[in-house]
């Protein structure tokens, strides 16, 4: 765990600097900010997808789990839930809760994200989560400077985050495979671009509502696991 402990701490400083910066900084470099922070959540989803598209078991897996993700996401409104709970708690309305919703994404969906407290739980190694500590550092300072010191409670939901898959990794040992962390990893790139796309503003996505589809994975492989592999057959 002293791996996610850093991660949450190098999160909190970094907004901590982008909000002090956030001061001195006029609205057209803000926009830059903007700009240039969704170009690189776009180009880390991106990468993420390309990278272990040709390693998946199941190709079509990804399309079902974001098809079955935001129906689910869409009956619980998880969207409209969540923007109303942050600007009951904010001055930023909706700018803060798209600001939120992308810290999110991009801290706890990452693959190193997730597969930090797995080999952290199973290994022992904090390489992952070290790493991704290092770029939640520099990304945090951009969200801080453009959204303000309220990106800090992102802080918390991946120390939570990462803290459950620690246990779950830990408790559900074989269930962890490669092949499970392939398929999770292509939906959270996906997800990752949805919000790097509202931050450029090419098209708005509830990116909220598209969350359950990260359980799709989990639950198909727990189902093959259970029939003894026949599932993987059909």
Do not use: H
């Not at 409209?80 to 991009?106: C, E, H, P, Q, Y």
């Not at 990452?110 to 770029?135: K, V």
């Not at 990893?185 to 790097?196: H, Q």
């Amino acid at each position: 765990m002293i791996g996610t402990i850093v991660n949450t701490c190098c999160i909190l400083v970094g907004v901590t600097i982008g909000g002090l910066i956030k001061r001195g900084l006029k609205p057209s470099y803000q926009e830059a900010i903007f700009t240039a922070l969704g170009l690189a959540v776009v180009g880390m989803g991106l990468n993420a997808v390309v990278q272990n598209t040709p390693n998946s078991q199941y190709p079509v897996l990804f399309v079902a789990a974001m098809a079955i993700g935001c129906v689910i996401g869409t009956a619980l409104d998880l969207e409209g839930r969540f923007n109303r709970a942050v600007s009951k708690r904010s001055k930023g309305g909706s700018d803060f809760a798209k600001g939120l919703s992308t810290a999110i994404m991009l801290f706890c969906i990452g693959t190193l994200s997730i597969l930090g407290p797995i080999n952290s739980a199973l290994y022992g190694d904090e390489t992952y989560l070290f790493t991704n500590a290092m770029l939640d550092l520099v990304s945090s300072m951009v969200l801080g400077a453009s959204f303000g010191f309220g990106i800090a409670a992102a802080a918390v939901v991946l120390f939570c985050w990462q803290g459950a898959i620690y246990l779950l990794a830990s408790v559900l040992a074989p269930l962890m495979s490669g092949g499970l962390m392939c398929e999770v990893a292509i939906v959270g790139g996906l997800l990752i671009m949805a919000s790097g796309i509202n931050l450029l503003k090419i098209k708005e996505i509830s990116t909220m509502n598209l969350l359950p589809a990260l359980f799709v994975p989990p639950v198909w492989f727990a189902i093959v696991y259970a029939t003894g592999g026949l599932w993987g057959l059909l």
